[in-house]
């Protein structure tokens, strides 16, 4: 299994910026794509950014050039900066981790964390 751990949600006024850390702990054997997600109140779960294990990145075209996502393969941790905060960025964000445990054997599945709130409000 692999538990998620995210921190750094908050709230935040409009323009301003928010860190957010996932570090993924458990039987890793590797970890593949990270990613984060976000639900805003009566919408569907989308998907932000995503980060492969060799760090090419892709982004939701909404927060392009205001998010940048990033990771540190040495701690399993996976970060998104985000900068111009605007209200409506306003959601839970959720990690999202794509690993192959070992634990009796080899097993590939998808993980989530339990979410961090983001509030962009004046």
């Known amino acids: 299994q692999v538990q998620l751990v995210e921190s750094g949600g908050g709230l935040v006024q409009p323009g301003g910026f928010l860190r957010l850390s996932c570090a993924a702990s458990g039987s890793i054997f590797r970890l593949f794509a990270m990613g984060w997600y976000r639900q805003a109140p009566g919408k569907q779960r989308e998907l932000v950014a995503a980060?492969?294990?060799?760090?090419?990145?892709n982004y939701t075209d909404s927060v392009k050039g205001r998010f940048t996502i990033s990771r540190d393969n040495a701690k399993n941790t996976v970060y998104l900066q985000m900068n111009s905060l605007k209200p409506e960025d306003t959601a839970v964000y959720y990690c999202n981790a794509d690993a192959l445990t070992v634990r009796g054997g080899f097993t590939r599945s998808d993980y989530w964390g339990q979410g961090t709130q983001v509030t962009v409000s004046s």
């Open positions: 980060i492969t294990s060799g760090g090419s990145t």
